[in-house]
Every structure is written in structure tokens, then in C-alpha cells.
């Protein structure tokens, strides 16, 4: 049966190892900023449509959506005070206030995917803002999942991926080392779980262990990861 699968963030290594995974019969709708990346990356590909985001904003008919991958994410790692207001703001919408509006203008049918992060639950110094709007969305999902019973609302709560994502923080990865996740791994995970009733897809087992950890024992939680974490 074809579906039809929007994934924003479409140059993103997550994406395209999604892309690389899902069969040829699914009809892909791929969106990122840049259409000419897009292009690049998939023009040879027939069943593909790509999308800019603001392409995709401003079009008044998509056709019926069965599954939404939200998965553009941005995140700026440095103390709160070094923010400017301009990258406090563009952090909330990319990773917060387009992810709701794109699932309220296309109303995936079957299953909406929210590519959250494990900061919503476990964050840390230096990602004040980024973790802040990684955790409304992952809130919105919860609620929405109440809502809307009949849509399959699942996010996924990874730690450090190696991808794009870091390239200005290689550092960070050297210091966090095998707790790095694969851009493979986690596509492999969302691909698995397509149309499946899961709630969470939170890797690795090991910080989502943390975080379950800090919901009993913040304070402590509190201390350890300012004392013995503090990688960004």
C-alpha cells in the first residue's frame, strides 16, 4: 500500500538515511530551506516531490498526508546570556513552533513522528534554549497524543547523533565518544517503527535511563551533570 511521507529537515543525515531506507512504492514529500540541496541530493530519484519550507507554508493543497516526519532541529550551545534574541527565537521555530504548524496545516492520518531530542528530558549546561524548545515539543506531542487518539504520535529522544548537526562542535563528539549514535542507527529505529503504536523511541538505553533517573533525583541529577558532563 502506498503511503504518503512528509520529512522536513531533508538534507539532514537522519533524513537521508530514512530516504535511502523506505521502500520505492511510498510516495516521499521532501522539504528543507535550500531546493537547490534538495535537488541535489534527490533529483534522480521518481517518487519524490521536494519542497522548500516556505514552499510548502504557503501551498494551499498537499494532497492527504499518512505519515509526518518532523525532523528539522537547530540548536545553538553556549551560555544563555551569549544567545542573541535573534537565535533565541529562530531555535523555538525551527524546533518548536514549525514542527506544530506543519502538522496542524498537513494532519497526518496515520502517524506524526516528532525527531525531539534527549535534552527535553536531560538537560545540560550551555543548551538552556535548545533543551527549552525540545521540550515543548515534546509536551505537545504527549498532549496531542491525548487529543487525538486515533493518530499515532511517536517521538524520538536521542543523544548526540553523529551528523551535520555537530559539524561546528567536533569536540563535543571526541569527548561523548561511543555514546554517539550513527545517523544509520536512528533511521533504522523510525523506519522499524512506522505505523507501529510506539509512544518513544529514546536512545541510547543509557541516558534514557538518566533521564528516567533525574525525574526521581533532579537535584543530584542537577549536580553530576555540572560537575562530571559538562561537554558542550
Known amino acids: 500500500m502506498t503511503r504518503t511521507i512528509v520529512i522536513t529537515g531533508a538534507t539532514g543525515d537522519i533524513a537521508q538515511e530514512i530516504v535511502k531506507q523506505l521502500p520505492d512504492d511510498d510516495h516521499l514529500i521532501l522539504v528543507s530551506r535550500r531546493k537547490e540541496a534538495l535537488s541535489e541530493l534527490y533529483g534522480y530519484l521518481t517518487h519524490v516531490t521536494l519542497f522548500t519550507t516556505d514552499e510548502l507554508l504557503n501551498k494551499e493543497e498537499v494532497g492527504p498526508v499518512d505519515i509526518l516526519i518532523n525532523n528539522a532541529g537547530f540548536g545553538i550551545f553556549k551560555p544563555l546570556m551569549s544567545q542573541t534574541d535573534a537565535e533565541v527565537t529562530e531555535q523555538f521555530v525551527i524546533n518548536t513552533l514549525l514542527p506544530i504548524q506543519l502538522t496542524r496545516q498537513l494532519t497526518p492520518q496515520r502517524q506524526l513522528v516528532n525527531i525531539v531530542s534527549i535534552s527535553g528530558k536531560l538537560p545540560t549546561a550551555k543548551s538552556s534554549i535548545y533543551a527549552a524548545s525540545k521540550a515543548a515539543l515534546l509536551t505537545f506531542s504527549d498532549a496531542l497524543r491525548m487529543e487525538n487518539p486515533a493518530l499515532i504520535v511517536t517521538t524520538v529522544n536521542t543523544g548526540p547523533v553523529r551528523t551535520k ?37 529514546n536512545l541510547p538505553w543509557t541516558l534514557s535511563t538518566a533521564s528516567r533517573l533525574r525525574a526521581l533525583m533532579p537535584g543530584l541529577f542537577d549536580y553530576l551533570s555540572t560537575r562530571f558532563f559538562n561537554f558542550k
Open 165 to 201: 548537526f555537530h559539524k561546528e562542535n567536533q569536540a563535543y563528539l571526541a569527548k561523548v565518544g561511543r555514546t554517539a549514535l550513527s545517523a544509520e542507527k536512528v533511521a533504522t529505529k523510525i523506519v522499524q517503527n512506522l505505523g507501529k503504536k510506539r509512544r518513544e523511541i
